[in-house]
Antibody
Framework: EVQLVESGGGLVQPGGSLRLSCAAS????????MNWVRQAPGKGLEWVSY????????YYADSVKGRFTISRDNAKNSLYLQMNSLRAEDTAVYYC??????????????WGQGTMVTVSS | SSELTQDPAVSVALGQTVRITCQGD??????ASWYQQKPGQAPVLVIY???NRPSGIPDRFSGSSSGNTASLTITGAQAEDEADYYC???????????FGGGTKLTVL
């Protein structure tokens, strides 16, 4: 079964750090680009970051640039999001999502169940 | 980056057809994809590209595009289609991803 499982969420104080992980199974992880997407409570989806299959190309949303770092370990079939200098507005469910973008099409076909990050004192 | 605009809420009578739209300048260059999200669940891809449905998505879901507007059409809406629907695409640079604000679909 194709699956993504996030972990690492929790409660953190403003200014703190957290590292999220996403474990992939059921497909050749190293062949796929990956993304992090978040959803604040009661709000819509917000794209956070993208990483190419090799890890050589990375993009971030302006809202997290300079504070978050995306990475991957293809040998461990894992995706990561290091989050530093956390703010209250970073409170959200964080999803990892498999990217099947090709040409002029952008699509995330597999999503994890999400992990909740709460930034509060 | 560019924005994608969706109507906040749409309603449809059971068995009728409903169209959910997504507007944005980047849609003149890039296709939109559509996601269904039910309460407490992760999003599910329902339409991508020109008009492609992932395996397991009913054929009552279809997609189209014209100019700066992409549309998701549900032909013969069912009670289980009640959900939030989001579009996404690339921004004008082609590097970043943007999501629409979402449309809450109510099936009456």
């Amino acid at each position: 079964e194709v699956q993504l499982v996030e972990s690492g969420g929790g409660l953190v104080q403003p200014g703190g750090s957290l590292r999220l992980s996403c474990a992939a199974s059921g497909f050749t992880f190293s062949s796929y680009e990956m993304n992090w997407v978040r959803q604040a409570p009661g709000k819509g989806l917000e794209w956070v970051s993208y990483i190419s299959s090799s890890g050589s190309t990375i993009y971030y949303a302006d809202s997290v640039k300079g504070r978050f770092t995306i990475s991957r370990d293809n040998a461990k079939n894992s995706l990561y999001l290091q989050m530093n200098s956390l703010r209250a507005e970073d409170t959200a469910v964080y999803y990892c999502a498999r990217d099947i973008t090709f040409g002029y099409e952008t699509a995330f076909d597999i999503w994890g169940q999400g992990t909740m990050v709460t930034v509060s004192s | 980056s560019s924005e994608l605009t969706q109507d906040p809420a749409v309603s449809v009578a059971l068995g009728q057809t409903v169209r959910i739209t997504c507007q944005g300048d980047s849609l003149r260059s890039y296709y939109a994809s559509w996601y269904q999200q039910k309460p407490g669940q992760a999003p599910v891809l329902v339409i991508y590209g020109k008009n492609n449905r992932p395996s397991g998505i009913p054929d009552r879901f279809s997609g189209s595009s014209s100019g700066n507007t992409a549309s998701l059409t549900i032909t013969g809406a069912q009670a289980e289609d009640e959900a939030d629907y989001y579009c996404n695409s690339r921004d004008s640079s082609g590097n970043l991803v943007v999501f629409g604000g979402g449309t809450k679909l109510t099936v009456l």
